[in-house]
């Protein structure tokens, strides 16, 4: 199983970035997709998740309202539309996969980075 994230990059206070998670693997079955960020010298902190079959959505309060997560179940793929970034966005965006329905994320992506200068 492979999650291929991208979208990051440098952008101003108050801009807009859009990245994209494509999950592919011959054995891949979604349970859950998320997005977590790890800031410089910080924990790695949950940002949103979309369950596979229901469709639910939640966000972590420090992004609602200006985060969207939203997904094309046929190509495997979630996006996060960011508006109104603040320099505390600023981190490296990772996606992952809850595969095993057992409560874990047990595929992670890369990482994307998003810089946002004030």
């Known amino acids: 199983v492979q999650l291929q994230a991208s979208g990051g990059g440098l952008v101003q206070a108050g801009g807009s970035l859009r990245l994209s998670c494509a999950a592919s693997g011959l054995s891949l079955v979604i349970y859950r997709m998320a997005w977590f960020r790890q800031a410089p010298g910080k924990e790695r902190e949950f940002v949103s998740v979309?369950?596979?079959?229901?469709?639910?959505?939640f966000y972590a309060d420090s992004v609602k309202g200006r985060f969207t997560l939203s997904r094309d179940n046929d190509k495997n793929t979630v996006y996060l539309q960011m508006n109104s970034l603040k320099p505390e966005d600023t981190a490296v965006y990772y996606c992952?996969?809850?595969?095993?329905?057992?409560?874990?994320?047990?595929?992670w992506g890369q990482g994307t980075l998003v810089t946002v200068s004030s």
């Open positions: 992952a996969v809850d595969g095993l329905g057992r409560g874990n994320y047990d595929y």
């Open positions: 979309i369950t596979w079959t229901g469709g639910k959505i």
